[in-house]
């Protein structure tokens, strides 16, 4: 019985340890390690003496208990573990269609104003013409002005809107999965960023944004060369999301967070 408690340890520790050294998330690494020990247990249970045959009444409630063990252990272990919340999800997809809807919108939004300007141009020749025949009444008011209701995209307002389009950035972007700021996220595969508006400029972030390859964090060479700093950022945030995110990164100064120097190759 120890031995096979053993050989469970080991493999189990084997195989978190292949498995911490591809990066594959921690709760994943956890669980495999356990399926190892569960796989002992069950090995362990095949060689226990064998129980007294029971029947009747006896047995249904015997297996009965056993069902119910086994279902609370599963719950209570499921619940245990972090959830996926779908709400969480449905809002992000929403932000980032929101964006396509409301260009949408605008480009007809420009349409019409292109029209409302055509319609006034005739109005006005028109104008001119009765003038010229002797009238001298304009009989139609001029047409009504282009709708005002154009919203400007959400970037191109005052500085406020920028730093909050920049956070939402962050968070729609999921940089946070590998990067840690204010003390939150990053599970240890990028750079903490608190500090990095003391060691590079607005351009230079939205560079490192735009194209990961640009520069390369100290120390940070192993990721820098297999590329974990996804390259598809460019195509994912339009150019005033990205400076949006990268004056909003700028403001983090916080000298006395170890944000790795960034290295131009
Ligand atoms: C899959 C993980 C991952 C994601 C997602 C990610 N990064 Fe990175 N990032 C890294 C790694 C690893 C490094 C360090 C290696 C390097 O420089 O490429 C890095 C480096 C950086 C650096 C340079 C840090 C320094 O000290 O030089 C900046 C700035 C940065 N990332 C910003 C972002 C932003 C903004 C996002 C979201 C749009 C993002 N990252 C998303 C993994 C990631």
């Given at each position: 019985m120890f031995k096979k408690l053993i050989i469970a340890l080991v493999v189990g520790g084997a195989v978190m340890a292949v498995a911490h050294s591809q990066e594959v998330p921690s709760d994943f690494q956890i669980l495999w390690g356990l399926f190892a020990i569960i796989g002992a247990v069950v090995f362990m249970l095949l060689d226990a003496p064998p129980l007294k045959t029971m029947s009747g009444g006896k047995s249904f409630f015997a297996v009965l208990t056993f069902w119910i063990v086994v279902i609370t252990v599963c719950i209570a272990g499921a619940s245990l573990l972090p959830q996926f919340d779908p709400e969480d999800e449905r809002e992000k997809i929403n932000k980032l269609l929101e964006k396509q809807r409301a260009a949408s919108q605008q480009g007809k939004a420009e349409e019409l104003i292109a029209r409302a300007k055509a319609l006034d141009e005739q109005v006005k020749a028109l104008e001119e013409r009765l003038k010229t025949l002797g009238t001298g009444q304009a009989v139609v008011a001029s047409a009504a002005p282009p709708p005002a209701d154009a919203k400007p995209s959400a970037?191109?307002?005052g500085a406020g809107d920028v730093m909050k389009v920049g956070e939402e950035q962050w968070q729609l972007q999921e940089c946070y999965n590998c990067h840690k700021l204010r003390g939150e996220g990053g599970k240890k595969r990028g750079p903490e960023l608190d500090n990095i508006g003391t060691l590079l400029t607005v351009e230079e972030i939205q560079e490192k944004i735009a194209n990961p390859k640009s520069f390369m964090a100290e120390g940070f060479e192993k990721e820098w060369k297999k590329g974990?700093?996804?390259?598809k950022f460019k195509d994912l945030m339009d150019p005033k999301e990205m400076l949006a995110l990268a004056t909003w990164l700028g403001s983090?100064?916080?000298?006395?967070?170890?944000t790795p120097k960034p290295i131009k190759q």
């Open positions: 970037a191109s307002g974990v700093m996804p390259d983090f100064k916080n000298t006395s967070v170890n």
